[in-house]
């Protein structure tokens, strides 16, 4: 009976939540159906004509939606390779300091980013890179002309995968810092009684002992492959980098909410959650098969 009161109050406690997941997540997936609808706003979506996978065959011979994911996954790859290596060296390098109170500050100074948002970071590396910004002056030094860094559609996707991983780099820093302190030092000791160098621990004894958290941060990064960042590249963008900076979220965007294409922008977006939810499956599944790890 005490039992059964302790998970009444849990219930009770869970109640919010659920109340919330379910008026804001489960609820408006019932507009998917817009999807396979000729859908008019003044008829509403139960009174839309229905049309099967009119749209859908639509949608796949615009050379907009290919390309749109092209963009998508090559700048989410890019993100996740670059979130996954940096934060990795970074930490191994952090880690060899001795001293606790610089190797606290330097932690907390490139842990700052992380807690801004994209629309004052946005801002930030418009007026940095602009025509006439300090990097364009510290370039105009050596002799090179200004460059419109955020217009050049070659250049787009560079600058949001580099602005991306300077501002995440030092929250996924302290994954790779936990991890390291799980190491047992005796290892190192014994390392060190056998005249290994700092470069022969660093192979055969850090390395190896994070090495189940990396293959785990990189098994659950293939649920983002469709996941670009729509906030920082909505911030970024402009029509003459659409070529190549132009991703789902921010095409979705334009189509649904600015041209009035409720039924193609549906269609895409829906696409895009059924391929993120075999991702994401798929990548729990080798997350277990791989590091044990499991969510329930």
């Given at each position: 009976?005490?039992t059964?009161?302790f998970?009444k109050?849990?219930y009770?406690?869970m109640?919010?939540g659920?109340l919330?997941?379910?008026?804001f997540?489960?609820?408006p997936?019932?507009?998917?159906?817009?999807a396979?609808q000729d859908?008019?706003?003044g008829?509403?979506?139960?009174?839309s004509e229905?049309i099967g996978l009119?749209?859908?065959?639509?949608?796949?011979?615009?050379?907009d939606?290919?390309?749109?994911?092209y963009?998508?996954?090559?700048?989410?790859?890019?993100k996740?390779?670059?979130?996954?290596?940096?934060?990795?060296?970074f930490?191994?390098m952090?880690?060899?300091?001795?001293y606790?109170?610089?190797?606290r500050s330097?932690?907390?100074?490139?842990?700052?980013p992380?807690?801004?948002?994209?629309?004052?970071?946005?801002g930030v590396?418009?007026?940095?890179?602009a025509y006439q910004g300090?990097?364009n002056?510290l370039l105009g030094i050596?002799?090179?002309?200004?460059?419109?860094?955020?217009?050049?559609?070659d250049?787009?996707?560079?600058?949001?995968?580099?602005?991306d991983v300077?501002?995440?780099?030092?929250?996924n820093?302290?994954?790779y810092?936990a991890?390291?302190t799980?190491?047992n030092?005796?290892?190192?000791e014994a390392?060190?009684i056998?005249g290994?160098s700092?470069?022969?621990?660093l192979?055969?004894?850090?390395l190896?002992?994070?090495r189940?958290?990396?293959?785990?941060?990189?098994?659950?990064s293939?649920?983002?492959?469709?996941?670009?960042g729509?906030?920082?590249?909505?911030?970024?963008?402009?029509?003459l980098?659409y070529?190549?900076?132009?991703?789902i979220?921010?095409?979705v965007?334009?189509?649904?909410?600015l041209?009035l294409?409720?039924?193609l922008?549906t269609?895409v977006g829906?696409?895009?959650s059924v391929?993120?939810?075999?991702?994401?499956?798929?990548?729990y599944?080798l997350?277990?098969?791989?590091?044990?790890?499991?969510?329930?």
């Amino acid at each position: 009976m005490k039992t059964k009161g302790f998970a009444k109050h849990y219930y009770m406690m869970m109640a919010p939540g659920l109340l919330w997941l379910v008026l804001f997540s489960i609820v408006p997936m019932f507009g998917i159906v817009i999807a396979f609808q000729d859908f008019n706003p003044g008829k509403g979506i139960l009174g839309s004509e229905f049309i099967g996978l009119e749209t859908f065959k639509y949608m796949f011979t615009l050379s907009d939606t290919l390309n749109v994911f092209y963009n998508t996954i090559i700048i989410a790859i890019m993100k996740i390779i670059g979130n996954l290596i940096v934060p990795l060296v970074f930490a191994l390098m952090l880690n060899e300091i001795r001293y606790i109170g610089l190797k606290r500050s330097i932690q907390t100074i490139v842990y700052l980013p992380h807690f801004l948002s994209w629309v004052i970071l946005g801002g930030v590396l418009l007026d940095i890179f602009a025509y006439q910004g300090p990097i364009n002056q510290l370039l105009g030094i050596f002799g090179v002309e200004p460059i419109l860094f955020f217009a050049q559609a070659d250049l787009f996707p560079f600058l949001v995968v580099g602005s991306d991983v300077w501002k995440e780099f030092g929250f996924n820093t302290i994954i790779y810092l936990a991890a390291l302190t799980g190491i047992n030092p005796a290892l190192y000791e014994a390392a060190g009684i056998d005249g290994a160098s700092r470069f022969r621990m660093l192979w055969h004894v850090t390395l190896p002992g994070i090495r189940t958290t990396a293959v785990l941060l990189a098994v659950l990064s293939l649920g983002n492959v469709l996941n670009a960042g729509f906030d920082q590249i909505f911030n970024l963008y402009n029509p003459l980098v659409y070529s190549t900076g132009d991703i789902i979220d921010t095409w979705v965007y334009r189509a649904g909410l600015l041209n009035l294409q409720y039924e193609l922008a549906t269609a895409v977006g829906l696409l895009k959650s059924v391929a993120g939810f075999i991702l994401i499956s798929l990548s729990y599944f080798l997350a277990y098969k791989f590091t044990n790890y499991r969510i329930f």
